[in-house]
């Protein structure tokens, strides 16, 4: 069986971390699957999802690490067409998904493993998230 669900949300622009592991819980439990993998996949080259602790401190020490290993502005050659270069690197390192395993009708992560969708574009933007619940 598979199962299907989008989400949609607004984002605030550059580094915006969205907490979206409620609503892909959510659908997991709407699926009816008791055992199979949840895919968490976003449609768009500068956005991406990540796992990461909701902790201020480390949030704000992913959103420096970020600026620090791909900083806007380097000299990028697609800056010449258009100024988010950097987003788009950045969406590449991270990636646009993330699979879970799904035991007994719920989705396993760690303790400390919330799913964010990290918008890395340079301006708010109306995002998608796909939820896809495969399994039996």
């Known amino acids: 069986m598979i199962y299907t669900r989008e989400l949609r949300f607004s984002t605030r622009g550059e580094i915006d971390l ?12 709407e699926s009816g699957i008791e055992n199979g993998i949840a895919l968490v996949f976003v449609p768009g080259a500068t956005g991406a999802i990540v796992t ?27 800056d010449r067409i258009d100024d988010n270069a950097h987003s788009h690197l ?11 395993p799904i035991v007994d ?29 495969m399994g039996e």
């Open 18 to 29: 969205v907490d979206i592991t409620a609503e892909v819980e959510r659908v997991v439990e």
């Open 52 to 78: 990461i602790e909701h902790e201020s401190g480390l949030l704000e020490d992913f959103k420096r690490t970020l600026r620090e290993l791909i900083p806007k502005g380097a000299g990028y050659l697609h």
């Open 90 to 100: 950045r969406a590449t390192l991270l990636g646009a998904s993330e699979c879970f």
């Open 105 to 133: 009708g719920r989705l396993v992560r760690g303790t400390w493993q919330q799913i964010f969708f990290v918008e890395l574009d340079v301006r708010p933007r109306q995002r998608r998230v796909i939820v896809q619940v």
